[in-house]
């Protein structure tokens, strides 16, 4: 069956880095627009903010919110997305999210991932950044 499994979520400084591991298995990796999410504390799970996403040909989002700091990348060959997290500040700390999308437009480029657009979700991994 569909899987992803995150990794890589640990605790760090303001201005450190993290890198995200997003494991997938069960389809055809390449054919798949996937995104980053993130649910921060207090919020439910409708209110998880679309942070990143990245179709098949490697187009990509990025929200305001992490624009220039985050990077998101895929490896077709291990089916692995990852998200590259720079200059973590106080407001990042969440549990972060890969999902995969389930339409073609799930990555529009102009707006925000939603999640009513992807129907396969990892387990989640904790972020915490702290001095």
């Known amino acids: 069956q569909v899987q992803l499994v995150e990794s890589g979520g640990g605790r760090v400084q303001p201005g450190e880095s993290l890198t995200l591991s997003c494991a997938t298995s069960?389809?055809?990796?390449?054919?798949?627009?996937f995104a980053w999410f993130r649910q921060a504390p207090g919020k439910e799970r409708e209110e998880r903010e679309g942070?990143?996403?990245?179709?098949?040909?490697?187009?990509?989002y990025y929200s305001s919110s992490v624009s220039g700091r985050f990077s998101i990348s895929r490896d077709d060959a291990k089916k692995t997305v990852y998200l590259q997290m720079n200059h973590l500040k106080a407001d990042d700390p969440a549990v972060y999210y890969c999902?995969?999308?389930?339409?073609?437009?799930?990555?529009?480029?102009?707006?925000?991932?939603?999640?009513?657009?992807?129907?396969?979700w990892g387990q989640g991994t904790q972020v915490t950044v702290s001095a």
């Open positions: 999902a995969r999308g389930a339409t073609y437009s799930a990555c529009p480029k102009w707006k925000p991932p939603g999640t009513d657009d992807y129907d396969h």
């Open positions: 942070i990143s996403c990245l179709d098949d040909r490697k187009m990509t």
């Open positions: 069960g389809f055809t990796f390449h054919y798949w627009t």
